[in-house]
């Protein structure tokens, strides 16, 4: 893109570079906004149907406008802050979260070559820019100056580091097989690795575990259900967020959905395949690599709220429990077997 503004507008470089790569953010930011709003409409239909119920189907033909609708609702709203909470705090919190999701979007590869920063680093960047989540949740809970946003924060933090830790362990495992730390080159390691002619990692008897693992921490990382302690309304009325109102409140939620999504593309990019096609057929290449990465963070979106519709809550101790005593043991033993299996069968080599 930077060559095409530079030829055709006659720029400089710094200034194509620079046009070029404010285009890529758009071309991703404005995308993931709109996948958030229709997701929150497939998510609200999922569980309508597991419920029998019918969900959204009055705004808009089958209710497709709902979300809008909502949006347009908390924007018009007044933004309430509590008298005896820090605003300066108490605002920021909720552009934290947003950001810090958009930003992770970055080093996602949609297509061979088609991804804004393709550095050699991206999962150590996708890890270090979710990690930085937690901080939106814990200013928002102390801020707001309230016993249950307090007490939702220090969940968050707890759980979001217990989470984290086993989810380090998991993504060592890919990138030993992968041998990068490039998402790009781990979903061109994944071409034809199973029974050459399934592509992704989750065929292998080694990371299929380490796949279902990275899918359950995925959800406590994100706070989704059964992992919502953060916003248990039994005992926290709405957590972190009790004293949100209007826009501050929906950035939480695009916030949430947005972390989701990359979740699901993260489970899309590191476990099946990315842009590539489920198997090797010369005839699914016809179809553009984007459009299969969004098939499969449709299906792992599906996967969440599935699972939101059917497994209740956890308890605090038993998130803690399996975090700590089944997932982290597990994962690290995981460490030892995929190191131990490559060396003896040559990887490094």
């Known amino acids: ?25 758009l071309l991703i930011a404005l995308p993931v906004m709109l996948a958030v709003a229709i997701g929150i409409y497939v998510d609200r239909k999922v569980w309508a149907s597991m419920a029998l119920r019918r969900g959204p189907n009055v705004v808009g033909p089958f209710g497709l406008l709902q979300t809008f609708a909502d949006g347009l609702k908390v924007f018009l709203q007044e933004t309430i802050i509590p008298s005896a909470a820090n605003k300066g705090l108490f605002l920021l919190a909720p552009i934290v979260t947003f950001t810090v999701t958009l930003l992770a979007w970055a080093v996602i590869p949609f297509n061979s070559g088609a991804i804004l920063a393709n550095i050699n680093v991206g999962l150590l960047y996708i ?5 930085l989540g937690v901080y939106g949740i814990v200013i928002a809970g102390w801020s707001s100056n309230s016993k249950y946003p307090f007490f939702s924060a220090m969940r968050a933090s707890a759980q979001m580091i217990s989470y984290e830790v086993s989810i380090g362990f998991i993504l060592v ?13 781990i979903v061109k390691a994944q071409h034809g690795f199973g029974l050459g002619f399934i592509n992704g990692f989750w065929c292998s008897p080694l990371l299929f575990p380490m796949w279902v693992m990275f899918l359950i921490s995925s959800m406590a990382e994100t706070q989704r259900a059964p992992f919502d302690m953060t916003e248990a309304e039994s005992e926290l009325v709405a957590g ?18 947005g972390n989701v ?10 476990f099946w395949g990315g842009y590539l096609p489920p198997v090797e057929l010369a005839i699914l290449y016809l179809i553009p690599g984007w459009i299969w990465l969004f098939l499969k963070i449709g299906f792992g979106f599906f996967v969440f709220g599935w699972v939101k519709a059917t497994v209740p809550r956890y308890r605090y101790d038993q998130l803690m429990r399996l975090g700590w005593k089944i997932f982290l043991p597990v994962s690290l033993l995981f460490v030892f077997l995929v190191s131990g299996y490559l060396m003896a069968t040559g990887h490094f080599a």
Do not use: H, K, P, R
């Open 261 to 270: 999504l990359l979740m699901c593309a993260l489970n899309a990019t590191l």
């Open 173 to 185: 495992c890919v990138v030993l097989w992968a041998n990068s730390f490039n998402l790009n080159d």
């Open 1 to 25: 893109m930077t060559a095409f503004f530079q030829s055709f507008l006659g720029l400089s470089f710094g200034t194509a570079w620079a046009i070029s790569t404010i285009c890529g953010i």
């Open 127 to 131: 890890l270090a820019i979710s990690s």
């Open 240 to 257: 972190y967020q009790t004293e949100y109102s209007s826009m501050s409140f929906a950035l939480f939620w695009l916030g949430e959905y």
